[in-house]
């Protein structure tokens, strides 16, 4: 198909021939552990052999329909030809995160064209593994994929140290807009696009922003002791460049990767902002951190406002709540305010000091409390069942335990309040990968996060488990504060 064409099927669903479905997934994992099962006994002389196709009538659920045994890899074949075999140090990465295959390949074309190497990943949960793995500087998010909704991909990548400071431009239709930029999202690029220019320029201008070599704040806030211990920590990283009203908000914004303002003092409001950002790029929106911001008392009260002038000090303060076309990050304190910068100048953890770690710790905590969500965890050792649960249960998680695969699957049945589940791999008689295999061909389990928890450390342990139906991974021995990041990334949304 030409040009034009892949990008009108990329504004679609994909097609059954160039993407995978949730079904499709599921059942290639049941047949995998079908074949990885015990052989057959040798037939005794004499014997007819047994045919390969009664073989494969006998191997699973005679009453199920059969499908071709699919490779191993079909959650990470390289179906697009990208260059996961050919990436070097120092090369810049782009990671297409798309279902549709038609689509994908356009982006890796037009990536490779701007000189940088490119992934394809078709499913959520092999996206999040090629993100350890290859640790990309730029990552583009399709919405509707088979395993899961890109939303959850999103989440989890901002939630974790390791992966929250990555760019990542969301692929979709305009009505997911907002959502994504509030989600932490650096772009947006709207389907269905017009031409494959659209493309072009939208990685242009990504490339841009990963091209300068410092982040620019542009600050509209009055100077005292609450300005001065916000950018201290950004002192000679970050560059600062003062806002003071509307003319300078017209000609230093549309240089600016990120907006600091206090909503109280009313130096610039959300109109201005608009007005002065309408020669930025349109793939990368302004992110705002509006400190000392009022939250509306419902979505009437929540408009952008005209400007600066002629309101009282609360109706300053709560026009930043929600203004029309700008992604807004309210902070009531200093805290919020050093966690919601380094999220939104996308900043590296270790570029950040301890404070603004433990800021941007303690604000993800306080924004996700894990009080009430059910976790069910399996293993076959009760002492592992309790060292989770103590952790746990001390975050006020409600807890349900299995110490085989089959109650686990009964489990997953019967009780609809399972949020997550924990699922050790290294199990007699049907191991951890088989059991999630068995959940996720449940109505049920098709959208259940489902994290592996193993001892083993041999490379390739995660992609076994990914392909068997986990959307996560954790080492043994599990480190606490590991784990909460990872629980928090699957039920925060």
């Not at 160039?18 to 499709?24: H, K, L, R, T």
């Not at 070097?88 to 037009?110: C, H, K, M, P, Q």
């Not at 929600?322 to 805290?335: H, K």
């Not at 800021?359 to 009080?371: G, M, V």
Request: net charge negative; with cysteine.
């Amino acid at each position: 198909a030409d040009a034009a064409s892949a990008l009108d099927k990329g504004s679609r669903a994909a097609s059954a021939s160039s993407s995978i479905s949730a079904a499709e997934l599921a059942e290639a994992a049941v047949q995998r552990a079908a074949a990885r099962r015990t052989p057959p006994a040798a037939p005794a002389p004499g014997t007819a052999k047994a045919s390969p196709a009664d073989a494969d009538a006998t191997s699973l659920d005679p009453h199920r329909v059969q499908m071709d045994t699919p490779p191993d890899s079909i959650v990470f074949a390289n179906v697009a030809k990208d260059d996961r075999d050919d990436i070097a140090s120092g090369d810049r990465v782009v990671l297409i995160v798309e279902n549709d295959l038609a689509f994908a390949r356009v982006l890796l074309d037009a990536a490779r064209q701007g000189g940088m190497k490119g992934l394809v990943a078709t499913t959520g949960a092999a996206a999040l593994t090629m993100a350890q793995e290859f640790r990309p500087s730029l990552v583009t998010l399709d919405i509707f994929l088979p395993d899961m909704q890109g939303w959850r991909v999103l989440d989890r990548l901002k939630s974790g140290p390791d992966t929250r400071h990555l760019p990542v431009c969301v692929v979709s239709t305009d009505d997911a807009r907002d959502r994504a930029l509030q989600a932490g999202a650096l772009g947006f690029l709207s389907k269905p696009l017009q031409s494959r220019d659209d493309v072009e320029d939208a990685l242009r201008d990504l490339q841009r922003y990963l091209d300068r070599p410092q982040r620019r704040l542009a600050v509209a806030m009055a100077d005292g002791p609450a300005r001065q211990a916000l950018l201290a920590p950004l002192a000679g990283e970050v560059e600062t460049v003062f806002i003071a009203d509307a003319e300078q908000a017209r000609a230093l914004l549309p240089g600016a990767d990120a907006l600091l303002v206090d909503a109280a003092h009313g130096l610039i409001g959300p109109q201005d902002v608009l007005d002065a950002i309408e020669r930025r790029p349109g793939t990368l929106p302004l992110p705002v951190v509006a400190v000392n911001a009022l939250p509306v008392a419902d979505a009437a009260d929540a408009t952008a406002g005209a400007g600066a002038t002629g309101a009282g000090g609360d109706d300053l303060a709560r026009r930043w709540s929600r203004p029309a076309g700008l992604p807004v990050s309210l902070a009531a304190d200093n805290d919020a305010a050093r966690a919601a910068l380094s999220l939104a100048l996308h900043r590296p953890q270790a570029d950040m000091d301890d404070e603004e770690r433990r800021a941007l710790h303690d604000t993800q905590q306080a924004r996700c409390p894990l009080t009430g969500r059910k976790a069910l965890i399996v293993d076959d050792d009760m002492r592992n069942i309790f060292a989770l649960a103590t952790v746990l249960d001390g975050h006020g998680m409600v807890i349900v335990s299995a110490d085989n695969g089959r109650e686990a699957i009964r489990l997953v049945q019967e009780d609809p309040s399972i949020d997550i589940v924990l699922m050790d791999i290294m199990m007699p008689e049907m191991d951890g990968l088989e059991t999630m295999q068995q959940i996720r061909r449940l109505p049920r389990g098709r959208e259940l996060p489902m994290i592996a928890v193993t001892a083993k450390a041999m490379k390739g342990d995660r992609q076994k488990c990914i392909e068997a139906g986990a959307w996560d991974y954790l080492s043994k021995p599990v480190d606490p504060d590991n784990m909460l990041t990872v629980l928090r990334g699957w039920l925060c949304r």
